[in-house]
């Protein structure tokens, strides 16, 4: 039972456009939303993050937009570059000392 | 942001054998740690959650006789694959956060590539 869903597998985008990254859950429980930045054979980089009691979060390029109702929150980088080329993890967890919960990944190829 | 070291970076070990991959937070003090596994393309899988001074908590279908887990003190988490078997081999990552902190980040080591031969 995959509780974040990426269902992008990859994207493509050309440099300077937006690049928009979905993500869903199911547990109605999460209320504390990350999306991580991950090249092959290292750890995944903390990007941006949101709280339930937000809609929206901004930093620099990057914007996450939270839809609770829809249970869905997108990553929205602009103006896309090609060092941002990498996989994107959506990931989520509850209140209190509760793991992360990761989503499969949308790997991102921004194209100059 | 914060630092989380992994030790080794890779390692080359033979079946049977025993390895340990330390995991220290260099900037502040974890309260509590994650080790993950992650296969070639797919998502990071949670292995264990420790909290400093506790017996680790694993996930279910994780056999904690096998992946060994210390948190013994606030900067400093061990993973210890005993018996290791070439379906071992992974990425494994480790993660830590510092919940004194309130609503703080997770963050995440480089990994550690085991291949098992």
């Known amino acids: 039972d995959q509780q974040v869903k990426q269902n992008s597998p990859s994207l493509s985008v050309q440099e300077g456009r937006i690049s928009i990254l979905n993500c869903d859950y199911t547990?109605?429980?999460?209320?504390?939303f990350l999306w991580y930045k991950k090249y092959p054979a290292e750890g995944p980089t903390f990007l941006i993050s949101?709280?339930?009691?937000?809609d929206k979060n901004e930093d620099g390029r990057f914007t996450v937009f939270l839809n609770k109702s829809a249970k869905h929150l997108s990553l929205h980088i602009v103006p896309s570059q090609p060092g941002d080329s990498a996989v994107y993890f959506c990931?989520?967890?509850?209140?209190?000392?509760?793991?992360?919960?990761f989503g499969k990944g949308t790997r991102l190829s921004v194209i100059a | 942001g914060a630092v989380v070291s992994q030790h080794p970076s890779r390692v080359i070990c033979k079946s049977g054998t025993s390895v340990k991959i330390e995991c220290r937070s260099l900037?502040?003090?974890?309260?509590?740690m994650f080790w993950y596994r992650q296969f070639p393309k797919q998502s990071l899988m949670l292995m264990a959650t420790?909290?400093?001074?506790?017996?680790?908590?694993?996930e279910q279908g994780v056999e904690k006789d096998k992946f060994l887990i210390n948190h013994a003190s606030l900067t400093l988490s061990t993973l210890t694959v005993t018996s290791a078997h070439p379906e071992d081999s992974s990425f494994y990552i480790c993660?830590?956060?510092?919940?004194?902190?309130?609503?703080?980040?997770?963050?995440f080591g480089p990994g550690t590539r085991l291949t098992v031969t």
């Open positions: 993660s830590a956060r510092d919940l004194r902190q309130g609503e703080s980040e997770q963050y």
């Open positions: 547990n109605s429980m999460f209320d504390y």
């Open positions: 949101i709280s339930s009691i937000k």
């Open positions: 990931a989520a967890r509850s209140s209190g000392n509760t793991p992360l919960v």
């Open positions: 900037d502040f003090q974890a309260t509590t």
């Open positions: 420790s909290n400093e001074g506790s017996k680790a908590t694993y």
